[in-house]
């Protein structure tokens, strides 16, 4: 079965500066996809960004960077130029490409962004 | 384009009693995902339907919980009888059919069982 381990429960940056949060993955699997889901306080969970295992190349959604190294199953969000709304929960996610789709999540980083 | 809706945004019942969910899909959304998430913990998929049929129900406590998607657009979850250990946020996600597309997530429904 796989898993999904964050290793930080909290991180905090300034404004400004830039952020990276660990997420870990295991499975036997060759092909499948990584997210990180951003989940505001009190507010829906939204996806930031997307990788697929078959592309070497790190995916980037302006500030949001992935590093994703798939022999050491490492997928680590960067946050450059952090912002205020920036602060959140954030989950790192997986999903077999052969399965139904379900996401199976970490149990998240809370990143505290202070001005 | 209007998001996942979902109802109650928050509810709290004695335990042994019954509680329900609703949860409307984006338009045109075949597939539905109810996921449990426990405080300081990551969503975990308890129901996925595919319009109106039930594609993983796996870790879904059947003796307690039940789903259904009629017609293939809303869904209820219920829960009966509630335990302490069912407190948790409820949330509902929907997709186009196919496993490459986003899952767009409700607000959730909060759910404290006392």
């Known amino acids: 079965a796989q898993t999904v381990t964050q290793s930080q429960p909290e991180m905090s940056v300034q404004e400004a500066e830039t952020v990276t949060l660990s997420c870990t993955y295991d499975?036997?699997?060759?092909?499948?996809?990584l997210f990180w889901y951003k989940q505001p306080p009190s507010r829906q969970m939204i996806l930031v960004i997307r990788?697929?295992?078959?592309?070497?190349q790190n995916a980037t959604e302006n500030r949001f960077s992935v590093n994703f190294q798939k022999a050491a199953k490492s997928f680590s969000l960067k946050i450059s130029d952090s912002q205020l709304g920036d602060a959140a929960m954030y989950f790192c996610?997986?999903?077999?490409?052969?399965?139904?789709?379900?996401?199976?999540f970490g149990q998240g980083t809370t990143l505290q962004v202070k001005p | 384009e209007a998001g996942v809706a979902q109802s109650p945004r928050y509810k709290i019942i004695e335990k042994r009693q019954s509680v329900a969910f609703w949860c409307n899909p984006i338009?045109?959304?075949?597939?539905l995902y109810w996921y449990q998430q426990i405080l300081g913990q990551g969503p975990k998929l308890l129901i996925q339907?595919?319009?109106?049929?039930?594609?993983?129900d796996s870790q879904l406590p059947k003796d307690r919980f039940s789903a259904e998607r009629l017609k293939g657009v809303d869904s209820t979850l219920k829960i009966q009888p509630a335990k302490l250990e069912d407190s948790a946020v409820y949330l509902c996600?929907?997709?186009?059919?196919?496993?490459?597309?986003?899952?767009?997530f409700g607000p959730g429904t909060r759910l404290t069982v006392t």
């Open positions: 996600a929907s997709s186009v059919r196919g496993m490459a597309y986003e899952q767009y």
């Open positions: 499975t036997s699997e060759s092909d499948y996809y």
């Open positions: 990788q697929e295992a078959y592309k070497q």
């Open positions: 996610a997986y999903r077999s490409r052969r399965n139904t789709g379900k996401l199976i």
């Open positions: 338009s045109g959304h075949a597939t």
């Open positions: 339907f595919q319009n109106n049929g039930v594609v993983d």
